[in-house]
């Protein structure tokens, strides 16, 4: 089992930058992939970064060049750095990782509003 705290959201003004994190605990040693994902009210909830256990990291084609995924070395918290925030980047942000054997879990969220 794993336990995901996120921290870091608040309010920006539209251009602006915070630094997202993921902080995990438990049997952190089992987890293949992490990924941050978001969702706006009345949307879907959106994966906009992940990165695996290899260092790997994919990114959603609206936020490549603004947003950076990375983690610690011990790999136990991940970061999402955003930058030139928009409107449109408003969300709740969440954190999610896969476990070896498929289990999923997820932190609590952080918001993040950009006003313009």
């Known amino acids: 089992q794993v336990q995901l705290v996120e921290s870091g959201g608040g309010l920006v003004q539209a251009g602006g930058s915070l630094r997202l994190s993921c902080a995990a605990s438990?049997?952190?040693?089992?987890?293949?992939?992490i990924g941050w994902y978001r969702q706006a009210p009345g949307k879907q909830r959106e994966l906009v970064a992940s990165?695996?256990?290899?260092?790997?990291?994919n990114y959603v084609d609206s936020v490549k060049g603004r947003f950076t995924i990375s983690r610690d070395k011990a790999g136990n918290t991940v970061y999402l750095q955003v930058d030139s925030l928009k409107p449109e980047d408003t969300a709740l942000y969440y954190c999610?990782?896969?476990?070896?054997?498929?289990?999923?879990?997820w932190g609590q969220g952080t918001q993040v509003t950009v006003s313009s």
């Open positions: 999610n990782a896969v476990l070896i054997g498929g289990s999923r879990y």
């Open positions: 990165i695996n256990s290899g260092g790997r990291t």
């Open positions: 438990g049997s952190t040693f089992r987890i293949m992939t």
